[in-house]
């Protein structure tokens, strides 16, 4: 008989999490104005809203913080770090930072200049952000499924490499300065990214002279699909096939909040040695010393053995199996979410469930609002509200192509009886989700508005 797929782990600190109830969170999510990122965190009880930097670290993490060497140059922990970042992603030079959009701002500021264009499966919103702030496109290639949520493809995340091919060509490829690809696509709903498509992206890039970057902020997690899905992968090691996607790039980005259990952290790689100097002259200049980057010597040490602990395969069997568990008790019960499941998050399809609230009113962030009223669960808006642009001729609303709500878990925290929780009241809300209504928005700021903008209920 097969037996539950159980946690490989047991917990030895706790930290409580506090019940509130409903009229108190009918209040504070008005003093929020309906934006669950201006909550306090005391106030959720279980926090779906990132995976990033939220990760229970092991006891081993715990202890290698004991050994962080806090020297300015040249410590221990750097060489430490340095030396598990190049087991695993090979490439020559390695850059601190203290988080994956430190890494993307220092790689695009270098990278872009005014009128370029930067394509990947699906930009992250910090990834597209710091494109745009460096005066450039952020365009998303995704392959035909993965524009559509109920789609069942065993790499949804593929980045279409006919439109690639196509937009080198009408743009000329001096305009291109680097092709990404974000492994696992998290926008696109966590979906995994084949070899044989990273080999065809390579392929192309190749034969037009443009560096191919990996977004890997969950490369571990794609590895893990590929040994799942892909033909021929199935009996190798995880570690070997996050080599091999990485040995098919130029250079990479990298958030260690995701896929390396910290707290915080980020790095940038790249093969190239002379554009390796010129992005440590601007580490130096707004993060710190190229051997620290704009991290203590603990947190190189903590990072260095989460990369080593996230390719652990009965972790990442367990941690799919939890993520799935959730999506399949939803879905089930009929509610609309992208499939198949991610693996670190659910994505439930607002438009789909809310058809009654237009993209004007924003579904997945009104849906977001009930989620936490009902059970005080925070998940994140991934539609309107963050990837929704201004027609600059009308100024009025352009929707984002998707409506979803993101369910991050967060890694090695949570357990069933959490995620039970969570499945009652996703239930809940569906069954009254004809009575949810939309928002309007009242405050919002230039860039990555979801942040911090403001709404009140429509009628
Ligand atoms: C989190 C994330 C980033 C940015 O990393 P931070 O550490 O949050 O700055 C970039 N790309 C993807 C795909 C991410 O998930």
Known sequence: MARTIIEPFRIKTVEPIRITTRP????????????????????????LLTDSGTSAMSQEQWAALMRGDESYAGSRSWYRFEAAVRDIFGFAHVIPTHQGRAAERILFAIACRPGDIVPNNTHFDTTRANIEQAGAEARDLPCPEGRDPAAVHPFKGNLDVRALEELIREAGPERIPLVLVTVTNNSGGGQPVSLANLREVRDVTKKYGIPLYLDACRFAENAYFIKLREEGCAERSVKEIAREMFSLADGCTMSAKKDAFANIGGFLCTNDPELAREERDLLILTEGYPTYGGLAGRDLEAIARGLEEVLDEDYLRYRFASTRYLGEHISRAGVPIVEPPGGHAIYIDAKAMLPHIPPSRFPAQALACELYLAGGVRGVEIGSVMFGKKDPATGEEIPASMELLRLAIPRRVYTQSHID???????????????IRGLRLTYEAPFLRHFTARFETAE
């Open 24 to 47: 108190e969170r009918e209040r504070l999510l008005r003093e929020a104005g309906y934006n669950v990122f201006l909550l306090r965190a005391e106030d959720v009880l279980i926090d």
């Open 421 to 435: 929780y969570v499945v009652e009241t996703i239930l809940e809300v569906h069954e009254h989700r004809e009575a």
